[in-house]
């Protein structure tokens, strides 16, 4: 005798796993969380450069749409985290867990040494091309 289970128990019983984010995505995630941390706790001199973090996703990821797929699951996690509407298709939680990792770690040595975190953070994001100067 088969016993059919609706759709919604097998999803409950199912360990709920998040993928794991290759070495290339957690690269770019976690220079993109830095560069926003930047720009968060106000850095002077530091803003965002689009075209950059893009072109840098790309060499990482292989491609724009992977580098643009990434920046948009960024936004999503922000989003959530933020109690916002945002693109459920676009979420990962993979990414909500990393990007929440980093920001506290890099914001915490923001408030802790502004002057030299920034300036640090900073001029990394713009030798990678995620900030510039302005």
Known sequence: MKIKLPAVALLVSAPAQAAALSQAEATFLDQLVTASAVLEQRCTGYEVDGAGSVQLGARLLGS??????????????????????????????????????????VRTDLIRNPEQACADYGDNSVERGLLRRY
């Open 64 to 105: 724009p749409d992977a580098a643009m797929a990434m920046i948009d699951a960024y936004a999503a996690a922000i989003k959530a985290f933020d109690g916002e509407s945002y693109d459920p298709g676009k979420f990962r939680p993979e990414v909500a867990e990393a990007a929440r990792r980093t920001f506290r770690q």
